[in-house]
């Protein structure tokens, strides 16, 4: 990948595990991710594809008894974060105490459910303060001014610095989130399905919102979402993700206007289609496989209307077909950028 | 605030009564004669009669009950029955003692248990979580009377560090206290633990962490104040039960409390002692739940709301439904 | 789990007594001579002050916990958890009333309550049943009402009121089913909690009597002796101890097994 420079966010290989008592789960399975400064990502993928564990494995926030980071490395803005040792295992580059300073500060992260995302004994103003407290060498009463200057940012009264969550609405709670996430202007901002828990009309608001912030301040974003729709407004490049691999990546345009991989296309037709309402709702037969149990070769082989015997025995490679489109199908081995589906 | 414990205040009044309705009516139904305990074997049945209608014994019951309603409003107890002395003497001799050991058990209880219970959450599955957890365990399940007794044979008879016989010095107060606390302490310990790990997995932990947080101020400074409040409701809750095993307590140690003058009576059937002992119980018991109750209102702003709006009486059981929905809620009451 | 052993053993003995035994004369009958003797291989747990085999009453003591444990609970269950499903399911003034009733029942503490209501009656298992288990039931209403107010609002129940089932059937077959969890798991809780008032209530002296053998009772016949007899206490002690543990620990694991959040 020479030909990016300039990288905010670059994810090698990664490989990420829960494991319990009962079952191992294979969240994450080597996966590439990069971000150059100043662009937005869209992570598209269903629930369960991943998507959250990559994220928090960025923050290396995984939950400590269950979560395994087993292969790969991460790196922000050109330091490590995960970084390989020296027998080769995946280990973390930075003591706790230092990933604290970046978290907050360089990468922050706004997670999906903002009903439950905020302490309800503390004030809002106190929390978003305590984010500029924690990474700015201030007074209380300048990071209290910050924390105003945030809500107005995110349209919410100042005034209002003393109220508790639980006095918001959903949509102004994720406000608040936003706010706090960007109170000391980090460089890379992760969001984590930011407007799934609210209404439409709210939706447009916050991601209105998000746009701004980020034409403002230059921020790179990594937006997680299943909602095509977002990826369109919001983002540079798109990587899909299925069963913890990425089997598609590539601009806006080229996902969008030059689908290739079998998955893709069906997530593009599964959207109603306003123009013939006639027609009837193509959704992808059958159920993403059990992260517990994947299957040995591809992972959507079961239900793709293109698959092969290799494909159920063979895991597909990444193969790029343009400078910037790459797929993960055994269809493209030729590495040829024809319409196939 | 103050309106809130002004109507909780206000509720205890006809709570009262219903308790002295029940007690009364218990014990005026329950067969037994103190008079005739009272005057003897050689006494006259015209003796007996006399000293009944003297005492207002033989009336209805409404008429016996409307009177002693009226006569403590007046701040009178009544005669004893079997002393013919005021029932106010033994009792305000008997409360001090009951008071001391009751408030002095939570306290001790609150103050020990809080920590172990953080401590066993964040040592989850270590040594430390497992000894603790068993030791709470015998807490919750073994009788305090037996603890009581197992604690002077340890303390007072082999070893001989505290006296076993009550003498009103502090030190004789060591042993009841811990017997009567160590219920409560074992069941905040196991409350507290359990309340302790839902919170350090809720999303609010995990955002404070991805702010920035450190391990340390996210678990004691984001969690703890969050995760103490069950505690606080089971201390509440819990202590009614502690004043109960006053009784028990009571009669391991021979204290002159309010819990060995009310069996005493009971069993002399002194209906006016023993409904001063209920009384003042009770009082005690709603004194403390407004004051747990307060306090929860202090820590949580949003049970504070809610008392403001004016709701007052469920908020105890607001407060325990955090079951999401689906799921019958899994109420963690503490056992009697 | 182990509680289910210790349980399973102690349930065992208090039924099988009698083929090791003579009820009345190992058990009540007073032989002075034979007085407060320590643990030795003729008396595994030596006698208590009256003479008697401890072990052999130690066993017995079981029966009559476990009887009225089980009794009183549930009494209870039946009829706090119907006040508890009539609260919930109905809500409005009955419910208020009923819960009023419930709060002032709970201002009196629930030994306290037992006491009370002992003093009226002969203290044979039927009325130390009927009155720990009158003083459980605000308990069972609470948490049966929680429960049904938590299954009432959900959709299952309209699907049924939708096609016309009559409110007792709703009641019954759909809202009791679905609140069972949290029921078991207060059974089996309660059980050990009206072991442990029962044996409170001997020990003062208003419960079961001498000479029936009872833990209670006889760590309250000890009172006197325990000086340089530890083994007085320490048998019926235990014996409770390990009694009321069981059923807290099989209330515990109910609980970990049936709530749905803690599957992770």
Request: one cysteine or more.
């Amino acid at each position: 990948m020479g030909r990016y420079t300039n990288l905010m966010l670059e994810i090698k290989g990664l490989v990420v595990e829960y494991r319990t008592d009962d079952e191992t789960v294979h969240a994450v399975n080597d996966i590439n991710l990069w971000i150059e400064k100043g662009k937005s990502l869209g992570l598209v993928g269903e629930t369960g594809a991943g998507k959250t564990t990559t994220a928090l494995s960025i923050l290396n926030l995984l939950p400590e008894t269950t979560g395994y980071i087993v292969d790969g490395t991460v790196s922000l803005d050109g330091e490590p974060i995960i970084k390989k040792n020296r027998e080769g295992k995946s280990v973390p580059a930075l003591l706790d105490s230092d990933m604290q300073k970046i978290r907050g500060d360089k990468v922050a992260m706004i997670f999906q459910d903002p009903m439950t995302a905020l302490n309800p004994i503390f004030t809002v103003g106190y929390q978003i303060a305590e984010s500029v407290r924690l990474h700015q060498k201030c007074s209380a009463k300048e990071a209290e001014k910050k924390a105003e200057e945030m809500l107005e940012l995110v349209g919410i009264p100042a005034s209002r610095k003393d109220e508790y969550p639980h006095q918001f609405s959903g949509g102004m709670k994720q406000r608040v989130v936003i706010a706090m996430a960007l109170a000391c202007n980090p460089a890379l901002l992760i969001a984590d399905e930011p407007t799934t828990a609210l209404d439409v009309t709210v939706q447009a608001q916050v991601l209105e919102m998000i746009k701004n912030l980020r034409d403002k301040f230059g921020t790179s974003v990594l937006m997680i979402t299943h909602d095509l729709g977002i990826i369109a407004e919001m983002c540079d490049e798109v990587s899909v993700m299925y069963a913890g691999a990425v089997v598609e990546h590539g601009s806006l345009e080229d996902v969008f206007d030059r689908t290739r991989h079998p998955y893709t296309r069906g997530l593009f037709n599964s959207l109603p289609n306003i123009k013939d309402r006639t027609a009837r709702l193509k959704p992808i037969r059958g159920l993403m496989p059990d992260p517990a149990n994947l299957p040995m070769g591809c992972a959507f082989a079961d239900r793709c209307d293109y698959a092969t015997e290799k494909c159920r025995g063979e895991k597909p490679r990444k193969q790029w077909l343009t400078d910037s489109h790459f797929v993960a199908c055994h269809l493209y081995e030729d590495g040829k950028d024809e319409d196939r589906l | 605030m103050l309106k809130y414990s002004f109507k909780r205040i206000l509720y205890m009044i006809p709570v009262t009564i219903a308790v002295i309705f029940i007690v009364y009516l218990i014990m005026y139904l329950t067969p037994g004669d103190p008079v005739a305990l009272l005057l003897g074997a050689d006494a006259t049945p015209e003796l007996i009669v006399e000293t009944r209608a003297k005492l207002g014994i033989s009336d209805p019951f409404f008429v016996q009950f409307g009177r002693y309603l009226w006569n403590l409003l007046h701040g009178d107890f009544g005669m004893s029955w079997y002393t013919g002395n005021p029932v106010s003497e033994r009792l305000f001799a008997a409360i001090p003692y009951t008071v001391k050991l009751s408030l002095g058990a939570m306290l001790v209880a609150l103050i020990i248990s809080v920590p172990f219970g953080v401590i066993a959450a964040v040592k989850r599955n270590t040594i430390a979580d497992y000894a603790i957890s068993v030791f709470a365990m015998i807490g919750v399940s073994a009788p305090t009377f037996w603890v009581g007794t197992m604690l002077i044979l340890l303390f007072a008879l082999e070893w001989r560090v505290l006296p076993s016989a009550f003498d009103g010095t502090w030190k004789s107060y060591l042993l009841p206290t811990i017997t009567q606390g160590f219920n409560m302490l074992a069941s905040i310990v196991r409350t507290q633990r359990s309340s302790m790990l839902e919170v350090l997995s809720s999303d609010y932990i995990r955002t404070a962490r991805a702010k920035g947080v450190s391990h340390f101020s996210a678990t004691y400074k984001h969690a703890l104040r969050n995760a103490v409040l069950p505690s606080i409701t089971v201390a509440g809750l819990d202590f009614s039960l502690l004043v109960g095993g006053s009784v028990a307590i009571e009669t391991v140690f021979a204290i002159p409390g309010v819990g060995r003058l009310m069996i005493d009576n009971i069993k002399l059937h002194d209906t006016p002692t023993v409904i001063g002992c209920m009384v003042f119980v009770s009082v005690m018991v709603s004194i403390i739940n407004l004051l747990v109750d307060i306090l929860y209102g202090l820590i949580d702003p949003r049970i504070k709301a809610q008392y403001l709006k004016g709701n007052n009486n469920d908020t105890r059981k607001n407060k325990k439904k955090e079951g999401k929905p689906g799921t019958a809620n899994m109420e963690k009451v503490p056992e009697e | 789990m182990a509680a289910l052993i210790i349980l399973a053993i102690i349930v065992f003995a208090a039924c099988t007594a009698d083929l090791f035994w003579d009820y009345q004369k190992d058990a009540c009958n007073i032989n002075i001579p034979a007085r407060l003797q320590k643990p030795s291989a003729q008396h595994w747990l030596g006698t208590d002050e009256m003479g008697r085999d401890m072990l052999c009453r130690i066993v017995y003591g079981a029966r009559a916990s476990l009887t009225v444990g089980l009794a009183a609970t549930t009494f209870a269950l039946l009829i706090g958890g119907a006040l508890g499903a009539i609260c919930g399911y109905y809500g409005g003034k009955l419910d208020n009333i009923i819960m009023r009733c419930t709060d002032v029942l709970l201002a009196i503490p629930g030994l306290l309550l037992a006491i009370a209501i002992m003093s009226a009656f002969k203290p044979n298992i039927f009325y130390i049943s009927l009155a720990l288990g009158i003083s459980y039931i605000s308990k069972f209403t609470r948490i049966v009402r929680s429960a049904v107010l938590t299954v009432r609002e959900q959709e299952y129940i309209e699907a049924a009121k939708a096609i016309g089932a009559k409110d007792h059937t709703i009641i019954l077959k759909h809202l009791l089913m679905n609140c069972m969890a949290p029921i078991f798991v207060q059974y089996a809780l309660a059980i050990g909690s009206r072991i442990l008032s029962v044996s409170t209530l001997s020990y003062i002296g208003m419960g079961i009597q001498a000479p029936t053998p009872d833990w209670g009772n006889m760590l309250s016949g000890a009172r006197a002796y325990i000086r340089g007899n530890a083994y007085l206490v320490l048998g019926p002690g235990i014996a409770l101890l390990l009694t009321i543990s069981a059923f807290n620990l099989i209330g515990d694991g109910l609980r970990d097994a049936l709530d749905p959040r803690l599957k992770k």
